[in-house]
Nanobody
Framework: QVQLVESGGGLVQPGGSLRLSCAAS????????MAWFRQAPGKEREIVAV????????YYADSVKGRFTISRDTAENTVSLQMNSLKPEDTAVYYC????????????????WGQGTQVTVSS
């Protein structure tokens, strides 16, 4: 059974940085794509970034390009999201997700989810 456990959320001021981590277990993830989604109150869950476990492919939502970086550590079985220049509109619960096969930006294509971690950007 795939397990995804997020950590690293918190309260940060606008312009600040946070690093989220997702510990993955239960499978060999070599053929998986890993993603971060986020969901703000009253809004739908939306894609933030995607990375192939091989590391050769990444995707970013336009709203985070140039500010966020997704990466994975195959030795530690973790996926990270480095978030810089944070804005109040980045406030949301951030979820780690995994899917077997090709990349996708649709939440409906991801079978495995973590429990989420809250990120609040406020002065």
């Amino acid at each position: 059974q795939v397990q995804l456990v997020e950590s690293g959320g918190g309260l940060v001021q606008p312009g600040g940085s946070l690093r989220l981590s997702c510990a993955a277990s239960g499978r060999t993830f070599s053929s998986y794509f890993m993603a971060w989604f986020r969901q703000a109150p009253g809004k739908e869950r939306e894609i933030v970034a995607v990375v192939s476990w091989s590391g050769g492919s990444t995707y970013y939502a336009d709203s985070v390009k140039g500010r966020f970086t997704i990466s994975r550590d195959t030795a530690e079985n973790t996926v990270s999201l480095q978030m810089n220049s944070l804005k109040p509109e980045d406030t949301a619960v951030y979820y780690c997700a995994a899917r077997y096969g090709g990349s996708s930006s649709s939440r409906y294509d991801y079978a495995f989810w973590g429990q989420g971690t809250q990120v609040t950007v406020s002065s």
